[in-house]
């Protein structure tokens, strides 16, 4: 049976004008993943399952709320669209586009790119241009462009990329029968954990499926939730989050508050080493998406989460292709071996 696209399956949930015009690659949809063993070594009795949004078509949950904003642009006649980006949101933004037949204008923080979204951005045919400071400079300045000239922001401050967004929450509760005790997630612009929090009250106020705690993870050095103020000069290795000065921040608090849970910092050495945990169970993610799990598991040994009993939903939100040199930058080379069998056998079973 032919799939019906993630709009227009929510079709009756997600707030979007008249003038839409669909403009899908079939995303979401994408796999709520077990983990039992890392379970098993974070806690006691409870199920954790990895969300894996870096399945979507460009690798990333972006692809959500990218195709409601540029739906709505282009049913209102839209030709050009512009967002700034740490990444994923350019790569979305340019395959949207691409989708739609619109120029893609993005803006990124130069060097700081992961290879995979550069790639992906260039590939899907988007105009690509570098500044040479952090992408809240760039957000800013493509807000200003896109108040003076006919061109479509796409970046969260977007409502309709929210809108699309949210049906992440809607997939999740229809495959647990129920929201999660806890949802964690990586934090930068906050539009993420903003439109989680739409989507499971959305879906709570109808069906009364229950409401998660949310426990947002931003990295240490792009802290600004949880410092209390903006961070000018952000740095992190999970550059997907490298972000100071957060659009939906206000928002991304409140919903953490009101949901009972909570933003915190990790570090970039917990960050990488959840996302070699994650790998080491068959889901390998970027820097940024092994946040929300890096988290938990310091909420958890601190004693300041008790899951015992509990279901618990990890986002992880980018495709680990995305950053491929994180790995193979410290990676040793590939043992060398002849071309016959007995180097290989010699060395799988240590002959001499
Ligand atoms: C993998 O692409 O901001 O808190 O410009 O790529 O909604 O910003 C990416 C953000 C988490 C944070 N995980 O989500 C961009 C950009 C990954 C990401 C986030 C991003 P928000």
Known sequence: ?????????????????????????????????????????????????AKFDGLNPTGSFKDRGMTAAVSEALGRGAKALIC?????????????AARAGLRAIVLIPEGKV?????AGAVAYGAQVLQIAGSFDKALELVVEISERH???????????????????????????????????????NAGNITAYWMGFRQYHQLHSSGLPRLLGVQAAGAAPLVLGHSV?????????????????GEQALEAAQESGGRIIACSDDEILAMQR????????????SAAGLAGLAKEISGGDVDVKGMTVVAVCTGHGLKDPNIISDSMPSPIKIEANYSSLENRLFDYK
């Not at 899908?24 to 063993?37: A, K, Q, W």
């Not at 700034?84 to 949207?96: F, I, K, P, R, V």
Request: with cysteine; aromatic share 6%.
């Open 1 to 49: 049976m032919v799939k019906l696209p993630l709009l227009q399956r929510y079709r009756a949930l997600v707030d979007l004008p008249e003038h839409t015009k669909l403009v899908s690659l079939h995303e979401g949809d994408t796999p709520l993943i077990p983990l039992p063993r890392l379970a098993t070594e974070l806690g006691d009795g409870f199920e954790l399952f």
């Open 84 to 96: 700034a980006s740490t990444g994923n949101t350019a790569a979305s933004a340019a395959a949207y």
């Open 114 to 118: 992961a290879t995979g979204k550069l």
């Open 150 to 188: 006919p061109i479509a922001l796409v970046n969260s401050l977007n409502s309709y990329r929210l809108e699309g967004q949210k049906t992440s929450a809607f997939e999740i509760i229809e495959e647990l029968g129920r929201a999660p005790d806890w949802l964690c997630l990586p934090v930068g």
């Open 232 to 248: 000018e000069q952000p740095e992190t290795v999970a550059t997907a989050i490298r972000i100071g000065k957060p659009a939906r």
């Open 277 to 288: 945990r994650l790998a080491a169970e068959g889901v390998w993610v970027e820097p940024a």
